[in-house]
């Protein structure tokens, strides 16, 4: 039975797909993306999580390290990423709660058996599973595994994707999948480079080989102000969605929420400066989406 790495299982979501869902986080993603809200998802491997508020400086965690991964400075604890094997005896020697490790490894009977608890909701709603990440389909066992497993039992199946994989992955899954949320972060390709660490253009050619099968997909552009919301890119992004024959599209408004989260991690945010848009943007980019003859929701 295929295993694979999750970072959270959400339940009642309402922003992943239609209806009541829950929403299960693969980890590892091939983008880093500068405003990625889940930081925590990009990496493969587990996660140590230091919340430094909370540490009451006991040293616990460092005597029970045999890794010697964990170490005081003058600059209060030092954990080395690499020394770490994430076994997890100082989260459970931590009287504080001050670290946490992120990542479970369970297979797929496992994520169908939790799913399956909220069956009720998603007949009642018209919802479902949705996988998301990081990137679902760098585990594309797994995540072939789980589908196989939810369309056995008639549950509606959503996949969020990046796009970056290769088609073969695609080709595997497609049949699986009720919906695909597909993100379209950049339609330049320098930029896009730039600001997600590759290029778009595996991406738009999946985009284009999975509307031509006739899979349902909607469109999700994050607005990133100074980096994506230019005229020039929303009419690059409605151009290309109109000649693959898709109406839906979801824009989503930075937030800089996650700014924290970075430091739990160990990761550098590299647009601290950047404003949220404000309502009245977010509704002026509606209309132009509009304008191309598009279905425009302002969310997830
Ligand atoms: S998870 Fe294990 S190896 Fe890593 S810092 Fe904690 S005790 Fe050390
Ligand atoms: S065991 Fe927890 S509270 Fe104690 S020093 Fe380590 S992180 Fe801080």
Same mark, same amino acid.
């Given at each position: 039975?295929?295993?694979?790495?999750?970072?959270?299982?959400?339940?009642?979501?309402?922003?992943?797909?239609?209806?009541?869902?829950?929403?299960?986080?693969?980890?590892?993603?091939?983008?880093?993306?500068?405003?990625?809200?889940?930081?925590?998802?990009?990496?493969?491997?587990?996660?140590?999580?230091?919340? !430094?508020? *909370? /540490? &009451? +400086? @006991?040293?616990? #965690?460092?005597?029970? =390290?045999?890794?010697? %991964?964990?170490?005081?400075?003058?600059?209060?604890?030092?954990?080395? !990423?690499? *020394? /770490? &094997? +994430? @076994?997890?005896? #100082?989260?459970?020697? =931590?009287?504080?709660? %001050?670290?946490?490790?992120?990542?479970?490894?369970?297979?797929?009977?496992?994520?169908?058996?939790?799913?399956?608890?909220?069956?009720?909701?998603?007949?009642?709603?018209?919802?479902?599973?949705?996988?998301?990440?990081?990137?679902?389909?760098?585990?594309?066992?797994?995540?072939?595994?789980?589908?196989?497993?939810?369309?056995?039992?008639?549950?509606?199946?959503?996949?969020?994707?990046?796009?970056?994989?290769?088609?073969?992955?695609?080709?595997?899954?497609?049949?699986?999948?009720?919906?695909?949320?597909?993100?379209?972060?950049?339609?330049?390709?320098?930029?896009?480079?730039?600001?997600?660490?590759?290029?778009?253009?595996?991406?738009?050619?999946?985009?284009?080989?999975?509307?031509?099968?006739?899979?349902?997909?909607?469109?999700?552009?994050?607005?990133?102000?100074?980096?994506?919301?230019?005229?020039?890119?929303?009419?690059?992004?409605?151009?290309?969605?109109?000649?693959?024959?898709?109406?839906?599209?979801?824009?989503?408004?930075?937030?800089?929420?996650?700014?924290?989260?970075?430091?739990?991690?160990?990761?550098?945010?590299?647009?601290?400066?950047?404003?949220?848009?404000?309502?009245?943007?977010?509704?002026?980019?509606?209309?132009?989406?509009?304008?191309?003859?598009?279905?425009?929701?302002?969310?997830?």
């Amino acid at each position: 039975m295929s295993q694979g790495i999750i970072f959270n299982i959400q339940k009642y979501s309402l922003h992943d797909g239609p209806g009541i869902r829950t929403t299960v986080f693969l980890k590892g993603c091939p983008l880093s993306c500068w405003w990625c809200h889940n930081p925590e998802s990009q990496r493969k491997k587990g996660e140590f999580i230091f919340l !430094r508020k *909370k /540490c &009451i +400086l @006991c040293r616990d #965690c460092e005597r029970v =390290c045999l890794k010697a %991964a964990v170490k005081f400075t003058e600059n209060g604890l030092c954990h080395d !990423r690499e *020394k /770490c &094997i +994430l @076994c997890g005896e #100082c989260f459970k020697a =931590c009287p504080s709660e %001050a670290i946490e490790i992120l990542g479970k490894k369970p297979d797929v009977d496992e994520i169908v058996k939790e799913v399956e608890k909220d069956r009720i909701f998603y007949d009642e709603s018209g919802g479902g599973v949705t996988l998301s990440g990081g990137e679902p389909l760098m585990q594309i066992d797994f995540v072939d595994g789980i589908l196989t497993a939810l369309k056995e039992r008639g549950i509606h199946t959503v996949v969020d994707t990046s796009g970056y994989t290769s088609w073969e992955n695609f080709k595997r899954i497609q049949e699986k999948v009720d919906l695909f949320l597909y993100d379209i972060k950049h339609m330049d390709d320098e930029e896009h480079t730039k600001y997600t660490g590759i290029s778009n253009k595996l991406i738009l050619d999946n985009l284009k080989k999975l509307a031509l099968n006739g899979n349902k997909i909607w469109i999700r552009v994050p607005i990133i102000p100074s980096i994506n919301d230019d005229d020039l890119n929303i009419q690059r992004v409605c151009n290309y969605i109109l000649s693959l024959n898709l109406r839906d599209i979801f824009i989503l408004p930075y937030h800089n929420i996650a700014i924290d989260k970075y430091r739990r991690v160990d990761m550098e945010y590299k647009i601290p400066d950047i404003q949220e848009p404000s309502n009245k943007k977010m509704e002026e980019i509606a209309e132009k989406f509009k304008e191309c003859g598009l279905i425009v929701k302002i969310g997830g």
